[in-house]
């Protein structure tokens, strides 16, 4: 696959390989997975090709069967075949058997959660160190380390090109499109989100539109911690007969197994002094690009400050696309870590910090994000009150930026592009 550009799930995946029987590659449609996994396959079963589906239908177990690593893709379109490989791996431990990739996850799970014997792995659209604008110069994993490492490195990636990425979307396939075909591409892939994912996710949908419209209320929560309640509320507006909460709620859970929807959720350590802490999700769809598309800006509306919030209060849309963009690179880096992504908020809102890094141990990384190139004390005024609430246990505070330097302030916070931060 000449064309393949390696990704930062491709060392996870190797690594895993080593040690583990089965692997169950999972994420949006389009992010890659299918290319993924084959390089590594020894034997193909590709289940949304309609011939080998309806074999599989009738004979579950011939999925097993192939030189290693077996490639079921899209497995969720026949469930069983999952206890087939559960069994198959009850039988043979050895590494390396069968890779397992799917666009959903069934309605329902399988007879057995495959706990032990299947190991999911998340692939995210491309973060923006696997776009190849520039060299990263500053390692997650080194400030994870807590060896709080000089920063250094320059970027040209200024906020016109920022722009431009948050547009282009993250998926392989658009990469490189002229902008009126990547616009209607992703135009095409929301209606198909629409029209037949969710439908072939087990959820009837009565009124399409209905759906389109909290899609696009849920885009213009983006980095927010809106309630529910009120995405409801924004997109039945005008509305004399608005749908029922609980007909709502299938529709955020027929978006989250098709991961459309990615939020990021609320941190609540195990050990902590903190008190008063939110629970809310941060709204985040899989690509800042899909929220651009549902909410009808291009390059030129975001740099002019347009584009629907739910709220003024909520800020410009390109600050929540920009955090969006952080938060898909961060997440893709923090998981090849084997660290885990929160935010967190304090009830009311007094302390927000926007993203927590957190190590199995509890120690973190703590982020903050800012669509601009310089920083000042107010922008860093939460990092500060969390280390002096947390101590040692503060790993590194950064602040991601859309600048031309790495560096570190006097007061010992990074400040770092997001074009120079990498694995």
Do not use: N
């Not at 892939?189 to 009124?207: A, K, N, Q």
């Not at 209060?313 to 660290?339: I, N, P, Y």
């Not at 120690?363 to 009150?385: G, N, Q």
């Amino acid at each position: 696959m000449p064309d393949y550009r390696r990704r930062v799930v491709d060392s996870e995946l190797d690594e895993l390989l080593t040690g583990l029987p089965a692997i169950a590659l999972e994420g949006p449609k389009g992010v890659g997975k299918t290319a993924t996994a084959a390089l590594r396959a020894g034997t193909q079963h590709r289940l949304d090709d309609p011939g080998i589906a309806a074999i599989m239908a009738a004979d579950p177990s011939r999925a097993t069967s192939g030189t290693a690593p077996v490639l079921i893709d899209e497995w969720q379109r026949i469930p069983t075949v999952w206890d087939f490989v559960r069994r198959a791996v009850d039988e043979d431990p050895s590494p390396g058997r069968f890779l397992m990739t799917g666009s959903a996850a069934p309605d329902g799970p399988p007879t057995h959660s495959g706990a032990g014997r299947i190991v999911r792995l998340r692939m995210r659209p491309l973060a923006l160190c696997e776009r190849g604008l520039v060299e990263p110069t500053v390692p997650l994993s080194e400030l994870l380390a807590g060896r709080r490492p000089a920063l250094g490195g320059r970027s040209d990636v200024d906020l016109e090109a920022y722009v431009d990425e948050i547009v282009a979307s993250g998926l392989p396939g658009l990469r490189g499109l002229p902008a009126r075909a990547s616009r209607a591409a992703l135009d095409g892939y929301l209606e198909r989100v629409v029209d037949r994912d969710i439908p072939e996710s087990g959820v009837e949908l009565r009124r399409p539109a209905t759906l389109r419209r909290w899609l696009t209320a849920y885009a213009a929560a983006t980095a927010t911690t809106t309630s529910w309640e009120r995405i409801r509320a924004a997109a039945t507006a005008g509305e004399e007969e608005k749908p029922a909460r609980s007909t709502t709620i299938p529709y955020r859970e027929a978006l989250e197994r098709i991961w459309i929807l990615d939020p990021v959720e609320a941190w609540h350590p195990s050990r902590s002094r903190l008190r008063r802490l939110g629970s809310a999700p941060r709204h985040h769809l899989a690509d800042p690009a899909f929220v651009a598309r549902l909410l009808g800006v291009d390059r030129d509306a975001l740099l002019r400050g347009e584009g629907e919030r739910l709220s003024a209060s909520d800020g410009v849309l390109l600050g929540a696309l920009f955090e969006s963009l952080v938060t898909l690179s961060v997440r893709v880096l923090a998981q090849a870590a084997e660290a885990r992504t929160a935010h967190l908020r304090l009830h009311g809102g007094q302390r927000e910090v926007d993203l927590i890094v957190e190590r199995g141990d509890g120690a973190v990384l703590a982020i903050e994000v800012k669509l601009a190139a310089t920083v000042d004390d107010t922008d860093v005024r939460h990092l500060r009150w969390l280390r002096d609430e947390l101590g040692d246990r503060v790993l590194d505070t950064l602040v991601i930026t859309t600048g031309p330097a790495a560096y570190r302030r006097q007061d010992g916070i990074g400040v770092v592009p997001l074009a120079l931060l990498g694995p």
